[in-house]
């Protein structure tokens, strides 16, 4: 079993950025880590995946504004979100323990471990 702890989360004003680290202790190997959000009253909602070659894949809304990238020697992942807008207040979740042996846009359901979720809150 894996274990993801999100930090780095707070609160920003609109257009100015934040970065979010997700730390993987235990069972590291996934073939993709992946970040999801969950505003409230809202399903939680594909953000950004890295694959183990460092290839990523992004969600509409953030395409543009948000990067992943993830250090393997560290088992950890970040997310730099840039130009913040209000809509991306949400809680992130990070995921791991992909459930696919091929790659496809992930959806909640295709991950095995979660971290507790980190608040970000951008203000207009």
């Known amino acids: 079993q894996v274990q993801l702890v999100e930090s780095g989360g707070g609160l920003v004003q609109a257009g100015g950025s934040l970065r979010l680290s997700c730390a993987a202790s235990?069972?590291?190997?996934?073939?993709?880590m992946a970040w999801f959000r969950q505003a409230p009253g809202k399903e939680r909602e594909f953000v950004a995946v890295t694959w183990r070659d460092g290839s990523t894949a992004y969600g509409d809304s953030v395409k543009g504004r948000l990067t992943i990238s993830r250090d393997n020697a560290k088992n950890t992942v970040y997310l730099q979100m840039n130009s913040l807008k209000p809509e991306d207040t949400a809680v992130y979740y990070c995921?791991?323990?992909?459930?696919?042996?091929?790659?496809?846009?992930?959806?909640?359901?295709?991950?095995?471990?979660w971290g507790q979720g980190t608040q970000v809150t951008v203000s207009s």
């Open positions: 235990g069972r590291t190997f996934s073939s993709a």
């Open positions: 995921a791991s323990g992909y459930r696919r042996t091929y790659r496809i846009t992930p959806t909640v359901s295709d991950f095995g471990s």
